[in-house]
């Protein structure tokens, strides 16, 4: 039925003000009314009590019926003129009856001149026991309804007669008629002003949700450079912000994306060119037969490194599509540095290295996954065997507190400068040093490390001084609360 959010949001919004302002319209005539009815009919008790004590005050005694006063009720030209005057003020026809209801005097209207010792009332004088007040046509009397109130004329508590003050209704009806218009023009003038400031609401209101769908549809179509407004502090603006942030994230990943692409594809490139190269060269006779067994080496090293990066790439894959189960199992640390540095053995003697720190380490268990923490420890000491300057010296140190276990490796060398700290457990990230004494690396062994450690629910940090040493030092929980299953 809505084709948006702003047409959506505008017919309701507008539904709400106009059947408020109807509301409000019919509340208004209804109080108006009742208000204008009320004033008529205090307006002619009033003036008909008024009427009735003047009346009762000019009576002329008649005689005695009984030993009791009779009196006769007579206007004189004063007393018709001010009854006259009453009527005229009060919009109102004035009917003087004697007690049986008969219409004597009239007032205020020629045409009731007709009524005078004509028309009798007696079907309506005795609901006059003090005050009546109608709303109708007074017993047949009137064609059209009349405001009617009256009071008897008593005088020493004998009912002289009775006073009627009649008025008509239509007049009422074109002052409420009157009244109504003055009060729907002032509405109208509102409703089109409510109308104008809802449309502008929702204009502002709905200005940010197109600008969120417009950098939707952008980001779905991989430009990640667009930025919502963001104004207050309210849920939309939350979204905003919200929606801007992502587009941070999508950013950095698409960033991290087409770098990694591009540093694999390096990796892979470089050593299948290698490899086709000395092929090449063997098949075609370039490589002379007493130097092929040394390229043949070559190209078995450059396999080898082939097949650690995929190897690598697998472990990645696996940790960041969550595939990568948790084994977990109660491990000897110490058992597993000694154990890499056995089978490092060679190497180590080769730099002519010096270990020391084991002799003072305690058999040291966590709980966590054996090949995961195996090829931590693997890579670290790696790290540590391959850029310890000749002669020179690794320090392990293992250690137990409030429930951690610490593993400090620190080995003398250059170090690694300072500005390239921040990124040295990134993807594929090898630095100028690195790729000087590391040739087969592939700059995934400490991103590997780091993430490891992060999904045993451990820590990692990095200190280094250069001329001087690199120490990397990293704590795991020792009991198996809290391991993440997956990663």
């Known amino acids: 039925m809505y084709k948006s959010v702003f047409s959506k949001y505008l017919s309701i919004i507008s539904l709400v003000v106009v059947v408020g302002f109807l509301a409000m319209t019919v509340f208004q005539v209804v109080l108006t009314a009742n208000t204008l009815a009320e004033d008529k009919r205090v307006l002619l008790m009033e003036n008909v009590e008024n009427i009735a004590e ?23 030209e004063e007393g018709a003129r001010i009854m006259a005057s009453v009527a005229e003020a009060i919009d109102a026809t004035v009917l003087i009856t004697d007690g049986t209801g008969k219409v004597l005097w009239t007032a205020g209207s020629r045409e009731a ?35 009617t109130a009256a009071v008897p004329i008593t005088k020493e508590d004998k009912v002289l007669g009775y006073v009627f003050a009649s008025a008509p209704a239509n007049a009422f009806a074109q002052t409420i008629q009157s009244n109504l218009r003055i009060y729907l023009y002032s509405v109208l003038g509102a409703l089109v002003l409510s109308l104008a400031f809802v449309w502008m609401m929702t204009e502002r209101f709905v200005r940010p949700l197109r600008q969120m769908a417009a950098a939707s549809h952008s980001f779905a179509q991989g430009d990640f450079s667009a930025r919502v407004k963001v104004k207050g502090k309210d ?15 999508l950013s950095s990943v698409e960033m991290m994306r087409r770098s990694f692409i591009a540093n694999v ?18 098949l075609d006779g370039t ?10 080496k070559i190209v078995s090293d450059e396999v080898k490194r082939l097949s650690r990066l995929v190897r690598s790439m697998l472990d990645l894959s696996r940790i960041d599509s969550g595939e990568l189960k948790m084994n977990t199992v109660k491990i000897n640390l110490t058992e597993i540095v000694g154990s890499v540095l056995v089978a ?24 966590g996954d054996y090949d995961l923490i195996n090829q931590v420890l693997y890579n670290l000491l790696d790290n540590a065997i391959k850029f310890t300057n000749e002669g020179g010296n690794i320090d392990i140190r293992l250690s137990r507190e409030q429930g951690k276990v610490q593993v400090t490796i620190r080995n ?7 500005e390239e700290m921040p990124r040295i457990f990134e993807r594929f990230y090898k630095s100028d040093r690195s790729r000087s004494l590391d040739k087969n690396g592939v700059g995934l062994g400490l991103y590997i490390v780091h993430t490891v450690i992060r999904l045993h629910g451990g820590e990692i940090a990095v200190r280094s001084k250069q001329g001087e040493y ?8 020792e009991s198996a609360n809290g391991l993440t299953k997956k990663a």
């Open 54 to 76: 003047y009346t009762s005050a000019s009576a002329n005694l008649r005689g005695y019926h009984e030993g009791l006063p009779v009196y006769n009720i007579e206007y004189d």
């Open 344 to 367: 490092s053995e060679q190497r180590i003697e080769q730099k002519r290295l010096t270990i020391t720190g084991l002799e003072e380490c305690e058999r040291q268990e966590i709980y």
């Open 470 to 477: 690199t120490e990397f030092c990293f704590w795991l929980p």
């Open 265 to 282: 594809s390096h990796e892979l490139k470089t050593p299948m060119t290698t490899i086709a190269g000395f092929i090449d060269g063997i």
């Open 113 to 147: 001149q007709k009524f005078v010792n004509t028309i009798s009332l007696k079907n309506l004088i005795h609901k006059v026991d003090d005050d009546f007040y109608e709303i109708g046509y007074l017993g047949g009397l009137y064609e059209d309804r009349h405001y």
């Open 287 to 296: 490589i002379p037969p007493e130097k092929q067994d040394h390229y043949m």
């Open 235 to 249: 849920e939309v603006a939350q979204l905003g912000e919200a929606l801007n942030n992502m587009a941070v994230s």
């Open 412 to 418: 003398s060398g250059d170090g690694i400068p300072a």
